[in-house]
């Protein structure tokens, strides 16, 4: 009778010590996110008249976000009930991070609290799929190490949960487990209706796979289309133009601006975005990205979901001109886990079974 292979268990005993390592890392950033949030992070206190609108009215709900934090005190925009009602269906749009607060507040002491806990507990479970995905610790420490991914967790806003429901999405493409792919496809548009970009980029290239047929793909990309609409016409948004002019050229309040846009205009904004991006972290994850895309093999899964992600965040920074990390943390999540693949298959001379379109 055989036993173990010679250093099988102290292997075993490494494999479990650096997971175990992995996972209170993760679990320490997280709680110092939910501890130390961002200072004069202005979209939370809207987030938190939101979450109250359910019970209290605009005028009951003005004087206390107006007066919770020095950012929000000394904001013009927010200086009236009135126009704090027209900052709202901004942040409407995203129904289901209203929700998780919602739910949060039950375990919250406040809504401030309930907000930093959705945040931290989203980047938690990035780390977790990260680590599931690649199986590879250490180098998934270094990809939630890095600035763009750890303030997710610090930010009152949907990024965290709206990254984590993509990247569970891709991991589930990845594994032949279609149905979770799809359904978390479609949810992170009630997250962010922007993700409609990534979404009928993932659906079309699943078709292209033969992972799903080229008409399932166009009726789930029909409903994900049709949810960004329902979510616009219940929320009163008030359309691209009023955001893009209201974020890039100005105005007092979006209810007031008019829906007109010029070529000028908008290469304007273009231009003034294009020279923010030095101060992002942008370049240096499009580096790795366009490096794990030249070593991976053609026969590559991952190669063809790199040329996803960047199709879809070249079309969102077009339609939004602004390289803010907090916009592309899914994608530069994407690239990690792609280049981790990469480093692997290049260290085991062949890509895993994981990593091939045939699975």
């Not at 609108?53 to 107006?66: D, H, L, N």
């Not at 013009?76 to 009135?82: A, E, R």
């Amino acid at each position: 009778m055989s036993g173990p292979p010679i250093g099988a268990a102290p292997s075993v005993v490494r494999r479990l010590v650096a997971v175990s390592l992995y996972l209170l890392f993760v679990a320490a950033v997280s709680v110092i996110c939910y501890k130390r949030p961002v200072a004069g992070d202005f979209d939370r206190y809207i987030y938190e008249a939101l979450v109250r609108s359910r019970q209290q009215s605009t005028e009951a709900i003005y004087p206390i976000v107006k007066h919770e934090n020095p950012r929000a005190e000394a904001s013009q925009v927010l200086d009236s009930p009135q126009h704090l009602g027209q900052l709202e269906p901004l942040y409407a749009i995203r129904p289901l991070y209203v929700d998780a607060i919602r739910l949060a507040r039950a375990v919250s002491p406040s809504i401030q609290l309930a907000i930093n806990l959705v945040s931290a507990a989203s980047l938690f479970g990035i780390g977790l799929v990260l680590l599931l995905w690649t199986k590879r610790p250490l180098y998934c420490a270094l990809v939630m190490a890095s600035p763009a991914i750890v303030v997710l967790g610090r930010i009152g806003t949907p990024d965290a949960l709206a990254a984590l429901c993509l990247i569970a999405a891709v991991w589930a493409v990845t594994r032949n487990q279609l149905f979770a792919a799809a359904l978390l496809l479609l949810t992170s548009v009630w997250i962010r209706t922007d993700n409609i970009l990534f979404v009928i980029a993932m659906l079309g290239l699943m078709a292209f796979l033969k992972k799903i047929p080229m008409l399932h793909s166009l009726v789930l990309a029909a409903v994900a289309g049709s949810s960004v609409l329902v979510i616009n016409r219940l929320t009163g948004n008030y359309g691209w133009r009023v955001l893009f002019r209201y974020s890039f050229i100005g105005g007092r309040s979006p209810a007031e601006i008019v829906p007109h846009l010029t070529i000028r205009q908008y290469m304007h904004a273009l231009t003034h975005g294009l020279g923010l991006v030095g101060g992002q972290e942008l370049t240096i994850w499009l580096l790795l990205g366009l490096t794990a895309w030249h070593w991976l093999p053609r026969t590559s899964i991952y190669r063809h979901i790199l040329s996803a992600a960047g199709l879809a965040a070249l079309a969102r920074f077009l339609l939004f001109p602004t390289p803010e990390n907090r916009y592309f943390a899914w994608a530069y999540l994407i690239v990690g886990v792609a280049f981790i693949q990469t480093l692997t298959a290049r260290q085991n001379t062949t890509l895993s079974p994981e990593s091939s379109i045939s699975d």
